[in-house]
């Protein structure tokens, strides 16, 4: 049986997947033409997982990144969250990634 997929590259056109916000403004940047650094997103059923405590989701996250990225390559993590963001000020990066 295959497992899930959480993690999805951004593209021109989001995910079937239930992503954020953030995550489908950048992909109305890239089908603009906007210069948007290469870009995965978890979805929101893994954020569901994670909250009911599955403790399977870490192991599976971690083998998805490691199809997909490179050893020894650094990469910029930052979580995403409506949260962080208010009108009168920003608290990115208050999360633990």
């Known amino acids: 049986m295959k497992r899930p997929r959480h993690l999805h590259e951004l593209g021109s056109k ?3 997947q239930a992503i954020g916000c953030k995550a489908v403004n950048l ?5 603009r033409g906007f ?3 290469r870009t995965h997103v978890v979805d929101w059923r ?3 997982r994670y ?10 996250l971690r083998a998805e990144l490691e199809d997909r990225l490179e050893a020894d390559t650094a990469y910029a993590v ?3 969250a409506d949260l962080e ?3 009168d000020c920003s608290f990115a990066g208050q999360f633990k990634t």
């Open 14 to 16: 989001p995910p079937s």
């Open 27 to 31: 992909c109305w940047l890239i089908d």
């Open 35 to 37: 210069k948007v650094p």
């Open 46 to 48: 893994a954020h569901a």
């Open 51 to 60: 909250l009911a405590d599955d403790t399977a989701l870490i192991g599976e």
């Open 78 to 80: 930052r979580s995403s």
């Open 85 to 87: 963001d208010a009108e």
